[in-house]
């Protein structure tokens, strides 16, 4: 007889395998459909007969990479007009300007909120975390007039700009910040140290995690967002990748086998980032779960 403790592990081992196969299904699907033609992928999921003929309609009749080498070197219904080297480098330009910056920003902000005792800290702060709570899309209008007065429409400083102050990265520096003792930055004080050599060299160095935490969430907001980009871009040379795999559609008609494969494309970077950062990433869960108890 099976004991209550391994009864137990069974079923949550089974529950974590049904909740694994439904995750990754999808993934399965984008993979194997993005190395089928076109024409193969319109019929393959018509007149389905069960889950076991669905299954076998996943595996394409005949194998071809062309819908990825399409991407970079054209071919025939391709929208030569889609640059998407280009636009690879305009993701990763926006991306890594975005990390970079907001990592600084919200760092100092959090220091500045939680070290630095000045009149109405507090008050500005939650002023600022209330703010936030409404949709992102209710800024949209006075986003896009803003950067229009700038002259910042088909700029890269509009994708830039207006991500870098994050509320939310700033609250969760500002709590890890809180287990750090006060006591250091007295120490260091009474030792000659300014508040910017405490934020450099006692502060900096015990954030670490939560600030590649807030790197990876920064980046991956960046490279994945796709309405503002929509909004604020029109000039294709100035489009990002995610906003402009639209563009890489067929003129005449819609390619889907094309579109599947170039959307795991846009997945890579993100996926590679995640994976090398993955201990980190994991850590940041469990303080956004101890902000959050």
Not at 19 to 27: A, D, Q
Not at 49 to 59: E, N
Not at 160 to 166: F, R
């Given at each position: 007889?099976?004991?209550?403790k391994?009864?137990?592990?069974l079923?949550a081992?089974?529950f974590?395998l049904?909740?694994?196969?439904?995750?990754f299904e999808p993934?399965?699907?984008?993979?194997t459909?993005?190395?089928?033609?076109d024409?193969?992928?319109i019929?393959s999921?018509?007149?389905?007969?069960g889950?076991?003929?669905?299954?076998?309609?996943?595996?394409?009749?005949?194998?071809?990479g062309?819908?990825?080498?399409e991407?970079?070197?054209?071919?025939?219904?391709v929208?030569?007009?889609?640059?998407?080297?280009?636009m690879?480098?305009?993701?990763?330009?926006v991306?890594?300007?975005?990390t970079?910056c907001?990592?600084?920003?919200t760092s100092?902000s959090?220091f500045?909120?939680?070290?630095?005792?000045f009149?109405?800290?507090?008050?500005?702060?939650?002023t600022?975390?209330?703010?936030?709570?409404?949709?992102?899309?209710?800024?949209?209008?006075?986003?896009?007039?803003i950067?229009?007065?700038?002259g910042?429409?088909?700029?890269?400083?509009?994708?830039?700009?207006p991500?870098?102050?994050?509320?939310?990265?700033?609250?969760?520096?500002?709590?890890?910040?809180?287990s750090?003792p006060?006591?250091?930055?007295?120490a260091?004080?009474?030792?000659?140290?300014?508040s910017?050599q405490?934020?450099?060299?006692?502060?900096?160095?015990?954030?670490a995690?939560?600030?590649?935490?807030?790197?990876?969430f920064?980046?991956?907001?960046?490279w994945?967002?796709?309405?503002?980009?929509?909004?604020?871009?029109?000039?294709?040379n100035?489009?990002?990748?995610?906003?402009?795999?639209r563009?890489?559609?067929?003129?005449?008609?819609?390619?889907?086998?094309?579109?599947i494969?170039?959307?795991l494309?846009?997945m890579?970077p993100?996926?590679?980032?995640?994976?090398c950062?993955?201990?980190?990433?994991?850590?940041?869960i469990?303080?956004?779960?101890?902000?959050?108890?």
């Amino acid at each position: 007889m099976m004991s209550e403790k391994n009864r137990g592990k069974l079923i949550a081992f089974l529950f974590l395998l049904i909740l694994g196969i439904c995750w990754f299904e999808p993934i399965v699907w984008l993979i194997t459909n993005s190395f089928k033609f076109d024409a193969d992928f319109i019929t393959s999921f018509a007149n389905i007969q069960g889950p076991m003929d669905y299954l076998t309609r996943l595996i394409p009749r005949e194998w071809t990479g062309s819908n990825y080498t399409e991407l970079f070197f054209g071919g025939t219904n391709v929208n030569t007009n889609a640059n998407i080297g280009l636009m690879f480098q305009n993701s990763f330009i926006v991306s890594i300007t975005v990390t970079v910056c907001t990592v600084i920003i919200t760092s100092l902000s959090a220091f500045a909120y939680e070290r630095l005792n000045f009149k109405g800290g507090d008050k500005i702060f939650w002023t600022l975390m209330y703010m936030s709570m409404f949709p992102n899309v209710v800024a949209i209008l006075p986003q896009f007039r803003i950067a229009n007065a700038l002259g910042w429409v088909n700029n890269l400083n509009a994708l830039i700009w207006p991500m870098l102050a994050g509320t939310f990265n700033i609250f969760l520096i500002r709590n890890f910040m809180k287990s750090i003792p006060k006591a250091l930055d007295e120490a260091a004080t009474i030792d000659g140290a300014s508040s910017f050599q405490v934020y450099t060299k006692i502060i900096l160095p015990s954030i670490a995690p939560v600030m590649i935490v807030v790197g990876l969430f920064a980046f991956n907001g960046a490279w994945n967002d796709y309405l503002w980009p929509r909004i604020v871009m029109t000039d294709v040379n100035n489009q990002t990748l995610t906003a402009g795999l639209r563009l890489l559609m067929g003129q005449y008609e819609q390619r889907w086998a094309h579109m599947i494969a170039s959307c795991l494309v846009s997945m890579v970077p993100p996926f590679v980032l995640y994976l090398c950062a993955q201990k980190y990433f994991l850590q940041g869960i469990s303080v956004q779960a101890g902000v959050k108890g």
